[in-house]
Nanobody, 127 residues
Framework: QVQLVESGGGLVQAGGSLRLSCSAS????????MGWFRQAPGKEREFVAA????????KYSDSVQGRFTISRDNAKNTVYLQMNALKPEDTAVYLC????????????????????WGQGTQVTVYS
């Protein structure tokens, strides 16, 4: 079992920044690909970003490429999502997830691959 707890969400004006954190406990953190997804009201869950097990390889959705940065600190069992140049359309609940399967970027965006999910943190961007 892996427990994931997100933090860092909030209310921010368009153009601003937020840094989300996801702390993991349980099994060895470095055994998991870590991903961030988001879900807005009335919409399906959407892939945002993911990072490989040891860090250094990441993948982003087209909608956040160049604005968001995912990173991880395996010594602290934490994955981060730095979000810059935020837009109102980024408003959603952001969830982190852990995937203990093969470390292949092909699978990073597939939510069904992830074994564990956090409860989410709300991000609201106003114009």
């Amino acid at each position: 079992q892996v427990q994931l707890v997100e933090s860092g969400g909030g209310l921010v004006q368009a153009g601003g920044s937020l840094r989300l954190s996801c702390s993991a406990s349980g099994r060895t953190f470095s055994q998991y690909v870590m991903g961030w997804f988001r879900q807005a009201p009335g919409k399906e869950r959407e892939f945002v970003a993911a990072i490989n097990k040891i860090g250094g390889i990441s993948k982003y959705s087209d909608s956040v490429q160049g604005r968001f940065t995912i990173s991880r600190d395996n010594a602290k069992n934490t994955v981060y999502l730095q979000m810059n140049a935020l837009k109102p359309e980024d408003t959603a609940v952001y969830l982190c997830a852990a995937d203990g399967g093969p470390d292949s970027t092909y699978y990073y965006s597939r939510s069904e691959r992830y074994d564990y999910w956090g409860q989410g943190t709300q991000v609201t961007v106003y114009s």
